[in-house]
């Protein structure tokens, strides 16, 4: 490096401004290469910032997109009602059947209620023990007394421990409470005294039975004292009942139904209804259809998406005119019309806007041209309000699945349960060879002389098994002891108890045991589908054995699924048929019945889903946007290397300028000295005229 000092000094012997030269040299020659790395950058960082506003337009437009392939954005329900303080309507789902109803409210859910003798304090002791709440129907006296109570043998006791640290009336109610059985506890004066009241679940079949077994001494478990003050059985009955428990009735179109709460979601599937009172003889219409105006609204707000989509891109993809200071208006490209990615992504989303979409079969409407949108010279699209007025009242039906993903079956035995990022729509024709079915035990014949129905009390002998699910052995199984009314109630108590088990449990190891009454025995089904669902009783007692049919035996295979998807063999679990690897279907997820055979799957991602899926694929992270961000980034970096390599060029170039003159000046120096040398040796010749 040149000591400045040098730098100033050159000059002084020409006379040049040497150093405003190699300063203006050296500006000469970098400027060329310098404003390419400018022209470079500019562009570069404007690629970065307008992909961002890409990213946010894309980001805006999906949302736009999104609300047509969620349920709720074209499938909406709207209610229209009769006023009534007797039942109301308070959730509709996008699966509820247009139509009407017409509902009558006989009677409201009750939760029975019991209530305890009084005590002077809330903390007052009330013994120790356990007390076993049953679930069941209780049938009472006239003072509340308990006379009958049939058990629900699908429903597990209760038990509620009372020892040292809870021993009072109200640890005796938090106990309670703290069961998390839904039944709840409370203390209550009534003037005379403060009263446990204990109240059940709604429902005719949620009543209870309370027996106690006290500890310490020799209690009686029966009498008023200690904690059989709380007893309430067929034995006794220390408690009082002041409320039965009573299901819900109702008739929907004349229809008798009952259920065990007031908030009713199962009897019309998507509608959920409050019952508030009884009302009989008043009669409640309810009507849904189809919101359309909510699911028009939401395409016309997509199509005003699109357009601001298509303005807020237009000064990235197009020209705009610019004025400048002076008042000079000039032309600007935006920075990604030249782009090939940027003009990609924008190129496949006008083809999905514009192309008929897969998967709708015979359908009349698969583009959007069907339902009156049109696509104008400029790109933006508009609405034929005649057209799309037309779809609306006509085919609605056909409006929701041009929009939103649909799935459809020609067979009532082969559905799509699922479908994936990678799945090709369209149709695909489905052939099975062999038909799944599930692994099964068939029971001997029950002993009608040993096991008497109806009414067969079980306590009278112990009836306990073990049985294998799917590869999976239970503990012993012993039959609860009761009196089961019916074989079909002693086979739901058997699938309880199965169900029940925590080793069966743990494994998703579940079965359903019907009654056969053609064969007279108990059938138990693995829930499982395929070659390895398999039931077998491994250990049985004799009782079980002989008088119910639990003989100790392995039952009958399940069957995997074999079929073909498109003439193509597909991977199978159990009653699901993938198709293979790298074929369009790859994704779907077939669920098959026993008795399929063949038939046809059409699978539609709708236009919104084919436009949802294409954006999400420009957006996701590490997408096609994001690698050009990143490569846009590395060449600016590329850039501040060419920059930091040319300012040290210019550099050696200045130095280089400097050198030359410093010997210019040198050689300047060299012939000054010289003629003034020459200047004093003539004039001290002879003869020679002095100079003035």
Do not use: C
């Amino acid at each position: 490096m040149i000591d400045n000092n040098i730098i100033q000094s050159i000059g002084a012997g020409s006379g040049i401004d040497t150093n405003n030269l190699v300063k203006q040299l050296t500006s000469i020659e970098k400027a060329a290469p310098q404003n390419r790395i400018d022209k470079t950058r500019d562009l570069t960082e404007s690629k970065i910032s307008d992909f961002g506003k890409l990213k946010s337009a894309l980001s805006t437009l999906k949302d736009a997109t999104k609300t047509l392939t969620d349920p709720e954005g074209l499938f909406s329900k709207t209610a229209s009602f009769t006023e009534s303080d007797a039942l109301v309507p308070v959730e509709l789902g996008t699966d509820v059947q247009t139509g009407s109803y017409t509902f009558e409210v006989n009677a409201i859910a009750k939760s029975q209620s019991l209530s305890s003798t009084s005590f002077a304090s809330i903390t007052d002791t009330v013994g120790e023990g356990t007390l076993t709440i049953r679930l069941g129907s209780v049938t009472t006296d006239v003072n509340g007394a308990m006379t009958a109570f049939s058990a629900d043998v699908e429903e597990d006791a209760i038990e509620i421990v009372i020892d040292s640290s809870n021993n009072s009336l109200s640890g005796l109610r938090d106990a309670i409470n703290n069961s998390d059985s839904g039944i709840q506890a409370s203390i209550v004066n009534d003037g005379s005294g403060y009263k446990l009241q204990i109240k059940a679940a709604s429902g005719a079949a949620n009543e209870l039975e309370i027996t106690v077994a006290e500890s310490g001494g020799t209690p009686t478990n029966e009498d008023a004292n200690g904690l059989s003050r709380f007893a309430f059985n067929t034995t006794v009955s220390q408690l009082t009942e002041n409320q039965g428990g009573q299901d819900a009735s109702l008739t929907l179109n004349g229809l008798a139904i009952t259920r065990e709460t007031n908030k009713v979601e199962d009897v019309v599937e998507g509608l959920t209804l409050d019952i508030l009172k009884a009302a009989p003889g008043e009669e409640i219409n309810i009507t849904i259809s189809d919101d359309k105006a909510f699911a028009e609204q939401n395409i016309r707000d997509f199509v005003e998406a699109y357009n601001l989509f298509l303005e807020v891109l237009e000064p990235i993809f197009g020209t705009s005119e610019v004025e400048n200071d002076e008042g000079e208006t000039t032309t600007v490209t935006g920075s990604l019309a030249k782009d090939s990615l940027a003009k990609s992504i924008l190129s496949q989303i006008r083809s999905t806007i514009a192309s008929s979409i897969p998967g709708l079969g015979n359908s009349d409407f698969t583009s959007l041209t069907n339902v009156g949108i049109r696509t104008e010279l400029d790109g933006t699209l508009s609405i034929d309000e005649d057209d799309f007025s037309d779809a609306f009242d006509t085919n609605f039906e056909d409006i929701q699945k041009l929009f939103a993903p649909t799935t459809y079956s020609s067979s009532g035995e082969i559905f799509i349960n699922s479908y994936g990022k990678n799945t090709t729509a369209g149709e695909y024709e489905v052939n099975i060879t062999t038909a799944p079915d599930q692994g099964y035990y068939n029971g001997g014949d029950l002993d009608d002389t040993e096991a008497t129905f109806p009414n067969f009390d079980s306590s009278a002998k112990t009836y306990d098994f073990k049985i294998s699910v799917n590869g999976n052995t239970s503990d012993t199984l012993v039959i609860p002891s009761a009196v089961y009314a019916d074989k079909d109630e002693m086979a739901v108590a058997l699938q309880t108890l199965i169900n029940a088990d925590e080793t069966l449990a743990a494994n998703a190891a579940t079965v359903t045991v019907t009654y056969d009454s053609i064969n007279d025995r108990f059938d138990i089904t693995s829930n499982k589908y395929g070659a390895s669902s398999t039931v077998e009783i491994t250990e049985a007692s004799a009782s079980a054995s002989s008088d119910l049919g639990l003989a100790v035996a392995a039952g009958t295979p399940g069957v995997t699924v074999v079929g073909t998807i498109d003439g193509v063999a597909g991977f199978a679990s159990g009653n699901v048929l993938l198709p293979k690897l790298g074929e369009p279907a790859e994704g779907l997820a077939l669920v098959i019945g026993k008795n399929a055979s063949t038939g046809t799957v059409n699978f539609s991602r709708g236009f919104a889903g084919e436009l949802d899926e294409l954006i999400t694929s420009f957006l996701t992270a590490g997408g096609v946007i994001d690698l050009r961000e990143d490569s846009l980034e590395s060449d600016l970096e590329d850039l501040d290397e060419d920059q930091t390599s040319l300012d040290r060029r210019m550099t050696a170039y200045q130095e280089r300028l400097i050198q030359q003159f410093i010997s210019m000046e040198r050689i300047l120096n060299s012939l000054n000295s010289s003629g003034s040398f020459l200047d004093n040796l003539v004039n001290t010749l002879p003869f020679t005229a002095k100079r003035d």
